[in-house]
């Protein structure tokens, strides 16, 4: 079952739903974004008895706006609780601090965040909202200085969200030790017997040490043959105590020099946000992840990289780094990055007045063709961005 809500629904999913005919629950945020009555609706009410009726319920949701819907309705099932274990970055660093005991953490109430003495924390460290998305809110701090930064910036007024109070709330915030190495995403689930199933890996790059955006994420076959079985065997334990059968998640990790695995978050009930790497699959790969959680299928890694060439490929976010406030400007100009990327496959193009970004782009590099993403990676934009006259 397929539950939809804002900001966005992307073209493929909805082609998915459609062509596997898929169950979508007809809430009247899903029926503002969809206009095609020929998908198999199904009303709230109905929804919530299937699903309260069904033994471990298969349920998705593109966003996290739609877990507001999952605590009104499915209070008498483990869904609530479960989600709460993950989505709260408090209750998952107490759920898995068996597991990683030296991962350490506090908690600190906004109010707190101006009169904390540094001197009592010890660096570097990541100050986060507990109930977080879209990096919002989260500041690496490795100085006084970058404290000092952080402050300014961690007050209600910066942190008015467009999202719902159970996708982010900044009136709690988590401190936590700063993870060492690489930055990965996965998309994965639990099975109906629960077992986890990978359905994508993708590195997390960034420009600096301090560098908290979503600029790039990459995948491809050396990353998922290098980084699949250590990533099975990292999430068993954390599912077996949360007892997680046909759950979907966004996890992302830390994976230092040794191969040592440390968890920053899982996000339940859904991929990427923004229908970003569950589509990618499709791009990539040729195998649809949202078609494979609810048939509980697993990809075939072998099969699928039979005719791989060593290709890359990214989701590149282009927020709004250019210093211009979106008052100031007129429109973005993709046709001139067009030019400087290899082979754009999907452009998605946002309403940068509304949003902070002003679209996001799937792309494949080949092998020896890094420096396009570096590139893109390390620019502010502005060289894109047509300013009014």
Known sequence: MILIDHPYVSDFLLKTIKEYDFEIVSTPEAKSLITDDSLNWISEKEA????????????????????????????????PEQIQLFKDKLKFRELTQELFPDVLFRKIKIDEIQTLDINDL???????????????????????????????????????????????????????????????AVDAYFNAEGEVVILNILHHKFSSSTDVSDRVYSTSQGIIRKYKDPLEAFLKPIGKKADLKNFPLHLEVRINEQGVIKPIEINPLRFGGWCTTGDLSW???????????????????????????????????????????????????????????EHIVVTRTFDFNKYPAFGLLFTETSEGNE????????????KYVVLKQ
């Open 122 to 184: 010890q660096l570097p460290f990541v100050i986060k909202p507990s109930l977080g998305f879209f990096s919002i809110g989260v500041h690496i701090v490795h100085s006084k200085s970058d404290w000092f930064a952080a402050q300014k910036e961690l007050t209600y007024e910066n942190l008015k969200s467009i999202y719902p109070k159970e996708v982010m709330d900044a009136s709690t915030f988590i401190i936590e030790d700063y993870l060492e190495g690489e930055e990965f």
């Open 48 to 79: 919530a008895k299937q699903i309260i009726n069904t033994l471990n319920p298969l349920v998705y949701t593109n966003s996290e706006n739609s877990l507001a819907w999952v605590f009104k309705h499915l209070k008498a099932t483990r869904l």
């Open 371 to 382: 420096k396009e993403l570096n590139d893109i990676l390390n620019s502010d934009l502005s």
């Open 283 to 341: 791009y990539a790969f040729k195998f649809n992840s949202y078609h494979y959680f609810i048939e509980n299928k697993k990809p075939d890694w072998d099969a699928v990289f039979k005719k791989d060439k060593g290709e890359i490929y990214s989701i590149v976010l282009l927020n709004n780094t250019s210093g211009f406030q979106a008052s100031e400007i007129s429109h973005f100009d993709f046709d001139k990055l067009k030019r400087d990327l």
